[in-house]
Nanobody, 123 residues
Framework: QLVESGGGSVQAGESLRLSCAASRYTDRCMGWFRQAPGKEREGVAIIDSDAWARYADSVKGRFTISRDNAKNILYLQLNGLKPEDTAMYYC?????????????????????WGQGTQVTVSS
């Protein structure tokens, strides 16, 4: 089960930290995805249990993905938020190989999903 929290409404330039409780996926490739109204779900960042990570170009330098394997929690720190970051943010996990070996940000490659947490950024 994946349960996200931490979303909210902020002004441009502010920060948020999203959390995902992930009790069954500590050894899996995990990631954050987002979906804005009328748009396809897009990958934001993925991370292995050894902290290897990959980011979408649109968030590099602003967002940071991390995980606490002891607490089974996945995080996404969102800094320098922009109105175009407004979306529902989802936590996801997949089986099989590591993120490093197969560094896909395509949502179709992830099988397990949370319900999402809304992030709204106003200008």
């Amino acid at each position: 089960q994946l349960v996200e929290s931490g979303g909210g409404s902020v002004q441009a330039g502010e920060s948020l930290r999203l959390s995902c409780a992930a009790s069954r996926y500590t050894d899996r490739c995990m990631g954050w995805f987002r979906q804005a109204p009328g748009k396809e779900r897009e990958g934001v960042a993925i991370i292995d249990s050894d902290a290897w990570a990959r980011y979408a170009d649109s968030v590099k330098g602003r967002f940071t993905i991390s995980r606490d394997n002891a607490k089974n929690i996945l995080y996404l720190q969102l800094n320098g938020l922009k109105p175009e970051d407004t979306a529902m943010y989802y936590c996801a996990a997949r089986g099989g190989t590591t993120c490093r070996y197969f560094p896909s940000l395509n949502s179709r490659d992830f099988s397990y999903w949370g319900q999402g947490t809304q992030v709204t950024v106003s200008s």
